[in-house]
């Protein structure tokens, strides 16, 4: 079992920059994918980015596909989601979430096992 958290959301101007942090509990952590997912008021949760367990893979939605980078350090039990030239149809609240049993990193979030609490994202025009 693992416990994630999310840390670094907040208000942004558009074209600004976050950087947000997904802290992960146990000793597994390398044993699962991370993705990250956002969910905006009003609208379905959708699918942002996941890694593989070692890091050498990526998944990218359309939307974010050079604006946002996710990386991780097994070492440290953590994920990162660092989002450049961000703008206003990004705001959301974002979650970290892992995935234990795919094969490869998957945008399906019914595939992922655990989920964070979430943390606000806003930008402002």
């Known amino acids: 079992q693992v416990q994630l958290v999310e840390s670094g959301g907040g208000l942004v101007q558009a074209g600004g920059s976050l950087r947000l942090t997904c802290a992960a509990s146990?000793?597994?952590?390398?044993?699962?994918?991370m993705g990250w997912f956002r969910q905006a008021p009003g609208k379905e949760r959708e699918f942002v980015v996941a890694?593989?367990?070692?890091?050498?893979?990526?998944l990218y939605a359309e939307s974010v596909k050079g604006r946002f980078t996710i990386s991780r350090d097994n070492a440290k039990n953590t994920v990162y989601l660092q989002m450049n030239s961000l703008k206003p149809e990004d705001t959301a609240v974002y979650y970290c979430?892992?995935?234990?049993?795919?094969?490869?990193?998957?945008?399906?979030?019914?595939?992922?096992?655990?989920w964070g609490p979430g943390t606000q994202v806003t930008v402002s025009s």
């Open positions: 979430a892992a995935d234990r049993d795919s094969y490869f990193p998957t945008g399906r979030a019914n595939e992922y096992d655990y």
């Open positions: 146990g000793r597994t952590f390398s044993y699962y994918h």
């Open positions: 890694v593989s367990r070692s890091g050498d893979s990526t």
